[in-house]
């Protein structure tokens, strides 16, 4: 378990998870999941994945700077990450497919900030 100081920036919590295996980077296109990866393209309805964690950051000194990254895992065992913004800056693609899992009762966050 990393100290709290240390997790607080969305970088070193990517570079923690990626030493963790979540490699991939995920997006969001017609209410299903992609992987951005040029050779291996893979796409992942709500029920193909888990949200195994997330982490908040909220901006220091301006609050539209406030995010969210959740670390996900697919059935196929591919693991990755996608973050969206809070609030106006919000990536609703993204926010409508995490409720749809989250609906589905297939999320094991633990949520860390």
């Known amino acids: 378990m990393q100290d709290k100081e240390e997790m607080t920036s969305m970088t070193t919590v990517e570079k923690k ?7 991939h980077d995920f997006t969001v296109r017609d209410g ?15 029920e193909e994945i888990t949200i ?6 909220e901006g220091e ?7 969210i990254l959740y670390a996900i ?20 693609d993204v926010d409508q497919f995490i409720l749809k899992v989250e609906s589905l009762g297939k999320n094991l966050m633990r949520g860390k900030k």
Do not use: C, W
């Open 73 to 92: 895992e697919a059935n196929d065992g591919i693991k990755g990450t996608i973050s969206s913004a809070y609030g106006t800056y919000a990536n609703e």
């Open 52 to 57: 195994v964690d997330y982490f908040r950051f």
């Open 17 to 23: 998870l990626n030493s963790e295996g979540y490699t």
């Open 32 to 46: 299903q999941l992609h992987t951005m990866d040029d050779d291996s393209a893979r796409t992942y309805s709500p």
């Open 61 to 67: 000194s301006n609050p539209d700077d406030m995010a």
